[in-house]
């Protein structure tokens, strides 16, 4: 077959196409308020609506933005929008966007320097940049003994340091000989799960993880943490890994790393920070106090994706000694040596991670951080956090319902008072309206509604607005309970 | 701090930049052959044209595009162009990169069918859009037993199935207990160096991978497997895992998994195919014998991201048992409860994946085969292979070359006659002079040149000038070495 017929888009062709996909994204923007938050969709509608066979020849591109628009959007929960209170936020922002959509295009592979050397070293130097934005010990920064590598998820980035402190506690000879059953790793009940997921697939088994019991306010009890590392020790076990978070999923709980991190490093066991969401609150001074401890820290990680305006994938993951990340995770074959990595002089980020290729996602991080600049971002993430306590406040004073955990950043865990099953209601009818979408979570055994500010462009009005839904249909399910009995 | 000052981009401001970016792109496509294919950077050089410090105030969108156009391009190694035969490529399109777009734009989190349900189905209607395609045997459809899902790369695709594998083989309890160093995987000499990864990260041991030798052709011995599969039983170890390659990146080899399928189910062995690379060759009838055995298979992966016009990250993994892959890999905290996960009358990707959060990446798949509609992905596929054979008939024919593996499909393996320092030197200064861009590897522990063809533009009149290009430096490399002589 000759050459000369080609299916591909042509650069004119792309500009006009770009332009239209460009527009669309600027028009939902402007009308994302007027969809449900939560997708109405019921299982199997999306499918149902597409042909049960790919199509043969090729498509108009109208046909394909048309049916985004009529058979996409309605089985789409709106993360972008500024209601949107659920889980821990997915943000977003054009910045990073147009920053994403460069590395679409460009479309390298950044698996080793020499794949293209701007796309490792950008991403060494931007997080370079956020380690001093955020105040990380120096140990962190590419400068000194660490750095900083972009992770798709902090289940990721948790798993390589699980991995790197496996490691470094049998004398790299886990990777050799895999595991005996004879480590330990430990972190607190309301730890993420992709801990469990991560201590499961490094081979360590669940049954060696201590899920270390917490305060009253859903922190660790490092008493509790140093008395179980005692008892393994003592049952011939080798404690190798602590997870301290900061800033849980469940309640936003703050683990003590202070004194998380005496007992490590006492111990000698690798310490991980999970900072996945709150990590970003130490842009500003004020909220720095969270990173307290972190000196003791082997890792550290946070995710941009979730509260810094850095569309998803995103999550940064620094170690204090990158010589012992890359042994780790060092694999290299024949065809991918070359003469930049055998000079020692470059990064080759395929040592820092599970897969081997890599997108160039420093582009979008970069942009975000130059569009907003530092104080930029500063003001959103302390509005962020005022309207949370704002919306606290409001809660406090309402004798109908009650806040689950203590507030400190901005996630606001609470209840109404009539027990789980008002509060079952409440949310299923506030998300079913469609006006705002939030989730739930347990403390203490009770069902607890989370309320997280963090959308980018979530503003007073959207949570005032929230907080009016949240007592409206509070009454509404109280008054048809009475009804109803 | 009041909340009517915004940092952030209006709508009508991503517009305009969304305008400029899409036309800068669209002005790159245009000019990418102008570029030296591997980039010219020296290490550091990237870096020390950044500012040390992050901007303390925003800047303008300007600023940014500049930059990529002034700091950041000259540290690309242009994946995209037509002149790029190294590794495998990664190629792209404009269909892929306006879906990606859209994703990046929309920015939902596809972790749970309820945290937007079109995510979900589109993906695995799209994979069994593929799954046709490919002509896959049913039962990796989610309308049989199995499923697919698209993985950021194969790495994490042969990490998931052999997690899966390691706990069919014991009886799902090496999750809770951990590995105990009685299991045993094994792939060839030649496959992919992900493999030795997995086993080590899963907490086997690469202790417990082997490497079973091959024939002339690089393809995996059957016999030399049985045999080794043989002594492990006999020595205690459960054999958990094979991985046949159809497709070796060092050679392009293609494993005989219709014996190789033939042992591991006479031996209960989860066989995994790791067809990255060559997988979508079965689009074109005629080279589907390469999918021959798959029937015996328990995981497959293909990569779209590396040979169908989709834009990194996008692997696709197919799983025949579904259940079996999600008891692996579920783990399931309160806050991620929902009422459509219990019906369990959804998929949860997150439970088909190491990370939890996932972006929607099947926009760019679906808007790639709407676009090329199958018949324009096979004229692509079938054009990239004829050009292929077509250098290797002209190596052929050329004394002073020969070819140092079979050509199946799209890979020719070949050297200069001349020994290694020629080949090395011959690469060196082909590579140096940004006319194209190859890679190596060792065959038979000679240095062997690996010239693949597959970017999205490229054309014969790239491949012409490259074989012409070849011969002339060949040429210059042997005058050289007469004159030093």
Redesign the interface.
């Known amino acids: ?1 000759p ?1 000369d ?5 042509t ?5 006009r ?3 239209e ?10 009308r994302i308020e007027s969809f449900p938050v ?2 109405r ?1 019921e ?5 149902t609506s ?1 042909p049960l ?7 108009p ?1 109208q ?2 933005l048309q049916d ?1 628009e009529k ?10 929008s500024p209601n949107f209170f659920a ?1 821990f936020p ?13 590395s ?6 950044g698996m080793l ?7 490792t ?2 991403e ?2 931007v997080l370079d ?2 380690g ?2 955020l105040d990380l010990p120096p140990k962190f920064l590419s400068t000194d003994t660490g750095g900083g590598v972009i992770q ?2 902090a ?2 980035a948790s ?1 390589c340091a699980l ?1 790197a402190a ?1 490691e470094r506690a049998t004398n790299f000879a ?8 004879k ?1 330990a790793a430990y972190t607190s009940s309301q730890a ?3 801990i ?2 991560a201590v ?9 993880l201590r899920l270390i019991e917490v305060h009253a306010n859903f922190a660790m009890r490092p008493d509790a943490l140093a008395q179980r590392i005692q008892e393994d020790r003592q049952n011939g076990l080798i404690p190798c890994f602590v997870c301290a978070t900061v800033g849980t ?2 309640s936003n709980a703050i683990d003590p790393v202070p004194e998380i991190g005496r007992i490590c490093r006492g111990q000698n066991i690798w310490l991980h920070v999970d900072a996945a969401m709150s990590g970003t609150a130490a842009l500003c001074p004020e909220f720095r106090h969270i990173h307290n401890g972190l000196e003791f820290a082997d890792s550290y990680c946070f995710n941009p ?1 979730k509260w810094m305006f850095t ?3 995103c999550d940064c993951f620094y170690v204090a000694d990158r010589k012992g990340l890359i042994q780790t ?1 060092s ?8 003469k ?1 990595t055998e ?1 020692g ?2 990064i080759d980020y395929r040592d820092w991670q ?6 160039f996602r420093s ?1 979008k991080l ?2 975000v ?9 500063q ?2 993430v ?2 962020h956090v ?2 949370a306590q704002q919306f606290a406040e409001w809660l406090k004073q309402d004798a109908e319902f009650e806040l689950a955990a203590p507030v400190p950043l901005n996630l606001v865990c609470f209840r109404h008072k009539g027990g789980d099953q008002i509060n079952q209601d409440l949310m299923d009818r506030l998300n079913r309206s469609g006006d705002l979408y939030l ?4 403390l203490n055994d009770r069902l607890t509604l ?1 309320f997280c500010v963090g959308q ?2 979530t ?2 009005r959207h949570v005032r607005r929230a907080w009016d839904r949240i007592r409206q249909e509070a009454r509404a399910v109280w008054v048809g309970r009475a009804t109803q009995a």
């Open positions: 077959m050459s017929k080609s299916f591909h888009m650069p004119e062709d792309f500009r196409h770009g332009h996909v460009v527009d669309w994204l600027a028009d939902y923007f402007t939560l997708s969709a299982p199997g509608q999306i499918r597409l066979e790919p199509p043969a020849q090729g498509e591109f046909a394909m985004v058979l996409i959007l309605p089985g789409i929960t709106h993360w972008q889980y997915s943000n977003n922002s054009g910045a990073s966007i147009l920053g994403d959509l460069l679409s295009g460009l479309g390298v592979q320097w020499a794949t293209s050397p701007a796309c070293e950008l060494t130097h940049w956020l001093q934005m798709d998820t289940s990721s798993l991995l496996r886990s990777n050799k000989r895999g595991c005996d059953g480590l993420h799960s992709s469990e997921k499961q697939i490094a081979g360590l088994g669940r049954d060696s999923t469940s994706h569309n998803f994938d995770l694999v290299l074959p024949e065809y991918l040596k070359n930049a000079t002089a470059v599970i897969p081997l290729g890599r997108r582009l970069w942009f951080i130059r569009h907003y600049g530092v104080q930029g971002l003001h959103h302390r509005e005022r309207l989730t739930h979570t347990r989370r980018t462009n503003q007073e």
